[in-house]
Nanobody, 115 residues
Framework: QVQLVESGGGLVQAGGSLRLSCAASGIIFSINVMGWYRQAPGKQRELVATIASGGSTNYADSVKGRFTISRDNARNTVYLQMNSLKSEDTAVYYC?????????WGKGTLVTVSS
């Protein structure tokens, strides 16, 4: 079955950096679009970034220039490098494989940015 496991979250000061990882299993990783989403307290889940099988990327306006999504198909892993973090980036970050619908979500990793 599809399994997506996020890691790398934690507490960081504003202006700092974190790198999230998402290890995928149970899917043909290399052919799948992969994405990162986030959900802040009291808010809806929102798109952060996506990366296609060929490497093309898409970002939410709020993270452009600060976050970078990448993938390593040999390791079945997608990454999110987050720089210049702001307090408003505080959220649970989820990995998503859209092809698999509701089964294509990880459990999330919490990122807390202190100001």
């Amino acid at each position: 079955q599809v399994q997506l496991v996020e890691s790398g979250g934690g507490l960081v000061q504003a202006g700092g950096s974190l790198r999230l990882s998402c290890a995928a299993s149970g899917i043909i990783f290399s052919i799948n679009v992969m994405g990162w989403y986030r959900q802040a307290p009291g808010k809806q889940r929102e798109l952060v970034a996506t990366i296609a099988s060929g490497g093309s990327t898409n970002y939410a306006d709020s993270v452009k220039g600060r976050f970078t999504i990448s993938r390593d198909n040999a390791r079945n892993t997608v990454y999110l490098q987050m720089n210049s973090l702001k307090s408003e980036d505080t959220a649970v970050y989820y990995c998503h494989a859209p092809r698999y619908g509701m089964d294509g979500w990880g459990k999330g990793t919490l990122v807390t940015v202190s100001s």
